[in-house]
């Protein structure tokens, strides 16, 4: 969803938990669309329960689907909760690109799984 008004896009990826009574479980993920080219400023991963996971972002050209780069990752844990540290992302995607949110490790708790991607303008 756009954020009127300013130069900054959100993209909400929800994971939906696949296992026993659609609990969130290790590989479970949710796919975006970047509706803008430019550099993902912030990450965070909310969720109603409190769970421990980590948190891969991945992104694929749209040309090239199913083919997916890691973005970077973080941790959400024992949490409702996180926010992302990029320092070590490659924060560079493309108008158009796939993006993926993908939950492993950890004791998951719940049923789904919020990660919100903020892109903004490449810096100069």
Known sequence: TALEGSDYDVVLLKI?????????QAGD???GVA???GEILDA????????TATI????AAFSAYDTFSSV?????????KAAATLTEWTKTISRGDILKAA?????LSGSVLYVALVIGPAAA
């Open 16 to 24: 939906v938990g696949t296992g026993t009574g659609g609990a969130l």
């Open 56 to 59: 891969t972002v991945s992104k």
């Open 103 to 107: 939950v492993s490790g950890g004791s």
């Open 72 to 80: 970077g990752s973080f941790d959400i844990a024992a949490a409702k």
């Open 29 to 31: 993920y949710g796919l």
């Open 35 to 37: 509706p803008r080219g």
């Open 44 to 51: 965070f991963a909310f969720a109603p329960a409190t769970t």
